[in-house]
């Protein structure tokens, strides 16, 4: 899956779990400080993901670093899709 692909995933997951519309999301938008996100809503977030883009997420090997901000979050679910793929 293409980055670009991966980004709007991400939107549209965000649209569900924030119950508002999410459009326009940049690389550099943080997660929580930005977009207000809580550990709650990451999880609701990383599950949405997992059925949109068909990654599997261990929370025992979350590293926060992947979710301060849409970049990183990109970043994640790229290699976590790598990952799965092999």
């Known amino acids: ?4 692909s991966v980004l709007s995933a991400i939107e549209q997951a965000l649209t569900e779990v924030l119950e508002r ?20 809503s990451i999880l609701e977030l990383l599950m949405a993901l997992e059925d ?8 025992e090997d979350l590293d926060m670093e992947d979710f ?3 970049g990183s979050l990109t ?3 790229l290699s976590q ?3 799965s793929e092999v």
């Open 81 to 83: 899709q790598a990952t």
């Open 52 to 59: 949109a883009v068909g990654i599997s997420v261990d929370p």
């Open 21 to 40: 519309p999410v459009t326009g999301l940049t690389d550099d938008i943080r997660l929580f400080e930005d977009l207000h996100l809580d550990s709650t």
């Open 68 to 70: 301060r901000s849409v």
């Open 75 to 77: 970043g994640y679910v």
């Open 1 to 4: 899956m293409e980055r670009a």
